[in-house]
């Protein structure tokens, strides 16, 4: 019976150790523990490998999203468009700054945001007049890419500040583009479980635009300017560690292989699973990073049967989510009651399967055979 483990960031480190080893060397030769050389060095990297203009690296995926609605003067009275359907980051930010997050359903397939009720959803916003709509943040959920060109029309023709939360995502494309400058500013968390991921929190921002790539860097360093004691405007603390930037320098140069063995384990997942399960639909001409590969189940019971019967044969899973945000206490009050079925059917089936570019092949078939063990 294999091992499989739900992340295994102990084989991908014994991958990259020399590497490792030689870059965490280096940090703790020169002792600049905090906006270090490799963090210059990260931003270059990152920026080519996405095609983006500007990167900024920052202390985690939240902070990234935090500074870019400060750049833009978000705050009390704004509406901010975003998915019910994503992790509470997205949506805990723009109250954090006063604004009020506007709950938009997604696609059943892909589960990224829905273009048609967000313009829904915008309209009735206008309608009843109480709130500025002010900014668009979607959300490249579970690796694959949301419907840009749409959003993207849908911002410029509302006069919104468009954010793309790729947190789970970097590394995937969109009609050949790698995803990082879709969007006014690309919000991106390097979290450990992420495809790219630190030894603990990062994050960084993409933009085309060197002004507001300016604000970003004064934003992480509590609004400095040109010298540390220049204080420009309130800011934050939310520099990126050199070690971070280290480890992440050092997954980047195996980061195109790892993308690509994810692919092949979805694949097998969707030929071996297909007949049995809801595998995830594909958005058409996109590449996906695969930070989770979802199926769906028939309904919460069926789920729990299965996540049982795979617990009990040591194959792990997880629910990305159990609750739409709108039903999350800290968000409940702030929702206007619209429905939001989509939302609140997927988190009744929703299931998430180990993916890493370590999972052997012996592991991926050992998992699809007790997933249809357990729906036999």
């Not at 630190?198 to 004064?218: I, N």
């Not at 930037?245 to 980047?252: E, N, P, R, S």
């Amino acid at each position: 019976m294999p091992n499989v483990p739900f992340l295994d960031l102990k084989a991908q480190q014994q991958r990259i150790a020399a590497d490792l080893r030689r870059r965490l060397d280096a940090v703790l030769a020169h002792c600049q523990f905090v906006l270090g050389p490799e963090v210059a060095e990260l931003e270059e990297a990152l920026a080519a490998f996405c095609g983006a203009q500007h990167c900024v690296a920052v202390s985690s995926g939240t902070d990234a999203l935090q500074i870019a609605l400060m750049a833009e003067g978000i705050g009390r009275g704004d509406a901010i468009f975003l998915p019910a359907f994503t992790y509470t980051a997205t949506a805990e930010v723009p109250l954090v700054l006063g604004a009020r997050p506007v709950f938009v359903d997604v696609d059943p397939g892909t589960f990224q945001i829905d273009p048609a009720h967000l313009e829904a959803r915008i309209a009735g916003v206008k309608q009843a007049g109480r709130l500025r709509p002010r900014a668009l943040i979607g959300v490249d959920l579970f690796g694959q890419p949301a419907n840009w060109p749409a959003l993207s029309a849908i911002a410029a023709r509302e006069g919104l500040f468009l954010l793309d939360d790729c947190a789970q995502s970097f590394g995937a494309a969109l009609h050949g583009a790698r995803l990082g400058r879709q969007a006014d500013a690309t919000a991106v968390s390097f979290f450990p479980s992420k495809p790219l991921g630190a030894y603990g929190d990062g994050g960084a921002l993409f933009t085309e635009s060197p002004a507001r790539a300016a604000l970003y860097r004064s934003l992480r360093t509590h609004g400095e300017g040109a010298t540390r004691y220049e204080v420009l405007r309130a800011g934050m603390n939310a520099r990126l560690d050199s070690l971070q930037a280290a480890v992440l320098l050092a997954k980047l140069t195996v980061f195109e292989g790892e993308l690509y063995r994810r692919e092949q384990i979805a694949r097998y997942y969707d030929s071996e699973l297909g007949d049995a399960v809801v595998i995830p639909a594909r958005v058409p001409d996109s590449v996906s990073a695969w930070a989770i590969y979802s199926i769906l189940l028939p309904d919460r019971s069926t789920r729990a049967h299965v996540q049982e019967a795979l617990r009990h044969h040591d194959v792990p899973t997880a629910i990305y989510y159990p609750k739409p945000l709108h039903h999350q206490p800290a968000y409940r009050d702030h929702h206007d009651g619209t429905p939001l079925p989509v939302s609140e059917g997927l988190a009744e089936r929703i299931l998430a399967l180990p993916i890493h570019p370590d999972l052997s092949e012996d592991q991926a078939k050992y998992v699809c055979a007790q997933v249809l063990e357990a729906l036999a």
